[in-house]
């Protein structure tokens, strides 16, 4: 009775395998939740959350001021329950759409004039009363697509990418299109402004530079993979991470000066304070390098992915992290100062002001920590309620 | 570390990576043209993995001969279960089928298949947590890296849309004939069974699960849909070609109105057998007694010779 018996066993080992490797992946498939982070202007902290809405709450102690949409005016989709939703869980790629009325919000919060603008997954463009979070414009601004790119504002316009591969240029008073720019793929890098150009990435690969008034290409740089970060201008430098590497690049001859390789993607955007570029990686590496030279300072391993970019302020360096943290590191040396364990992935550039450190995670939560300590002020929603 | 980190480990480093990073591979090679390496990597692991489904489809069929007696085995000893097991097993013994001997082979594939579905879709995020989560599987090769995004559009259908996303009539194309395919797969390989009540069982399933498995086509990423039709015809043609001497023609599966069109006949009538080799399975073509050695002519056999 030896073989039955042993067949047996492997036929039960066998059996468990394929249950387990169905059930590890039920579930597994990374929801869509949006990485927009907060901004903090005057009194009030602006953000959009997992959830799919946008808040205002007070900055000292969280509480809720107004919230677009309101609850009883959900729009969009709503997520899928029942089989597919479960079998959805068990599909990457497929199943129940997260994100919430506004289908998930990638974009932080601009905020000028008491009007705050941000964009959304549902493909449309709001501005918002900052006082009281009702729409400004008559309708929200239709893209042809998702915005995952942030806005920049510059003289009145907004700018901004999108998912159906235009950049696009909105008049920030009325909410009608300037213009549109054809690109070759989607558009997830947030464009940078100077001196009447806009720099954006793209995931075909290239670095555009088109005019900010009319949106004429000036000229594209190819490199070998999506640029997803947006560029940043210092020192007469551009600095843009593709793929792998990040890149210091003459705006104006398009020359390279350096270059500086990584183990895996450049997502975060680069932050250059004091002749140093500091960026994250989804190697879970941050990385402070010489501006001038691309030589590494110092690097620190955060433990998860870091999408988000650094924000330097009284020589720290305040990053958020995949693996549900989020840091504070002496910017010169690159010694922990603190971190903080969160509920969610921190993948939402965290705002900095003179006392207060604001972060947004995945599990739509906002913090408020103590920019010395780490420690909670407040969190939104608070804890009893999160729970 | 806990147990899923642990199975995740084990899942991802040996299973769902490499055949991942294979997939990306099979795109660069075929020109970045995704769909096509979709086809042909299902095509691939279809035929590695597809001894265990014959297999598995011997074994069933053999079972199936088998019905009617232990039909009667069980009518005879519905008072003994002991003797009607005994009986049972020494038949199943006699005849040289192992009962769970279908079982085994019909899982081993099933962990390979999933992995081979869910890098399709890996390949095609949705959105972009889904394109940053696809970092952690590719393996550090700037030429895997530059692929991505992968080139999704495959005969005029972005392969990453649903047909419920796209609303466009052609994308609902692809989800029609997983259906059909499905459903003739289905009919092909289903073993006949005696029991009256099991063969009406076996009815529905051939209508409900196309049915289900269309729908679900119609939720998720087009590239999903190629996926199985192209699994389907692949499983169909390959059974079919090994073991076509036990299943009826072709055109027996269609109307006759379609069948009367086709190349290969329309009889019901499975061929006549062709002798083969040896099995132990009942039902394929009978075995072939050991043979005894011939003893060669008497001109040419050697002789010792002897020194």
């Not at chain 1, 709450?57 to 969009?76: I, S």
């Not at chain 1, 690159?334 to 921190?346: A, H, N, S, T």
């Not at chain 2, 699960?209 to 679900?216: A, D, R, V």
Request: charged residues 15%.
């Amino acid at each position: 009775m030896k073989r039955p018996t042993r067949r047996r066993m492997v036929l039960g080992i066998i059996v468990v395998l394929a249950v387990l490797s169905m059930a590890s992946q039920c579930g597994g498939a990374p929801a869509r939740f949006g990485w927009g982070g907060p901004n903090q202007v005057a009194a009030a902290v602006y953000c959009g959350l997992p959830d799919g809405r946008v808040y205002a709450l007070d900055a000292d102690n969280g509480t809720q001021l107004w919230v677009y949409p309101p609850p009883e005016k959900d729009e969009g989709e709503q997520p899928a329950g029942g089989l597919l939703g479960g079998l959805g869980g068990c599909m990457p790629g497929g199943g129940a759409p997260a994100g919430g009325p506004l289908g998930g919000i990638y974009t932080t919060p601009i905020v000028s004039d008491g009007v705050v603008y941000v964009g959304a997954y549902n493909q449309k463009l709001y501005a918002l009363d900052a006082e009281t979070g009702k729409l400004v414009w008559p309708k929200p601004f239709e893209a042809g697509g998702p915005i995952v790119s942030g806005l920049r504002l510059h003289e009145g316009v907004l700018y901004f990418g999108c998912n159906d591969h235009h950049l696009y240029a909105v008049d920030a008073q009325a909410g009608t299109k300037r213009w549109d720019f054809t690109a070759g793929h989607e558009i997830w890098s947030t464009p940078t402004i100077h001196e009447g150009v806009v720099y954006f990435g793209c995931n075909d690969h290239k670095l555009y530079a088109v005019d900010a008034a009319t949106g004429s290409k000036q000229w594209t740089y190819d490199t070998q993979g999506v640029i997803v970060s947006s560029p940043t201008l210092a020192g007469g430098r551009l600095y843009f991470g593709a793929l792998h590497q990040i890149y210091a690049m003459n705006p104006t001859t398009q020359a390279i000066d350096w270059e500086f390789s990584a183990a895996n993607w450049f997502w975060a955007d680069p932050t250059v304070i004091s002749d140093t570029v500091y960026v994250g990686n989804l190697d879970n590496q941050v990385y402070a390098l010489d501006a001038s030279t691309g030589d590494l300072k110092w690097q620190y391993d955060t433990g998860g992915q870091v999408r988000a970019a650094t924000v330097i302020q009284h020589g720290v360096a305040y990053v958020g992290s995949e693996s549900q943290k989020v840091l504070a590191l002496d910017a010169q040396t690159g010694e922990l100062k603190w971190e903080r364990e969160v509920k969610g992935k921190v993948l939402a550039t965290p705002f900095v002001s003179a006392d207060q450190v604001y972060v947004t995670t995945s599990e739509a939560q906002l913090y408020n920590l103590d920019v010395a300590s780490g420690a909670v002020r407040w969190q939104f929603p608070p804890a009893t309620e999160a729970q | 570390m806990e147990i899923t980190a642990l199975w995740d480990l084990f899942w991802n480093n040996l299973i769902f990576n490499p055949l991942l990073n294979a997939l990306v591979l099979l795109t660069i090679l075929l020109g970045g043209y995704y769909g096509l390496a979709i086809m042909v990597f299902t095509i691939l692991v279809r035929l590695i993995t597809m001894p265990f489904t014959v297999k598995q489809l011997r074994s069933s069929r053999a079972m199936a001969v088998l019905q009617p007696q232990i039909k009667a085995l069980q009518k005879k000893y519905a008072q003994d279960k002991e003797k009607l097991s005994q009986e049972t097993m020494k038949l199943y013994g006699e005849a040289g089928v192992n009962p769970l001997g279908g079982c085994l082979p019909a899982l081993i594939p099933w962990p390979i298949m999933i992995a081979l579905y869910q890098s399709i879709l890996q390949m095609m995020p949705s959105h972009p947590e889904q394109l940053m989560d696809l970092s952690k599987h590719l393996y550090p090769f700037q030429a895997i890296w530059q692929v991505v995004p992968v080139q999704n559009v495959f005969l005029g259908l972005d392969l990453s849309m649903s047909a419920m996303t796209a609303g466009q009539w052609q994308y609902y194309i692809l989800p029609i004939l997983v259906v059909v395919s499905s459903w003739l797969q289905q009919k092909m390989l289903t073993s006949p069974v005696a029991d009256a009540q099991q063969a009406q069982m076996n009815q529905t399933m051939q209508v409900t699960m196309p049915l289900f498995i269309g729908f679900i086509s119609l939720q998720f990423a087009s590239g999903l849909s190629l996926y199985w039709i192209t699994y389907n015809v692949v499983t169909m043609v390959v059974a079919y070609v090994l073991m076509r001497d036990t299943m009826p023609p072709l055109s027996s599966y269609l109307p006759a109105s379609i069948a009367a069109y086709l190349p290969f006949g329309t009889s019901a009538q499975p061929r006549a057998k062709k002798p083969s080799a040896a099995t132990d399975e009942v039902g394929e073509a009978t075995a072939i007694k050991a043979r005894a050695p011939k003893k060669k002519p008497a001109s040419r056999r050697r002789k010792k010779r002897r020194r």
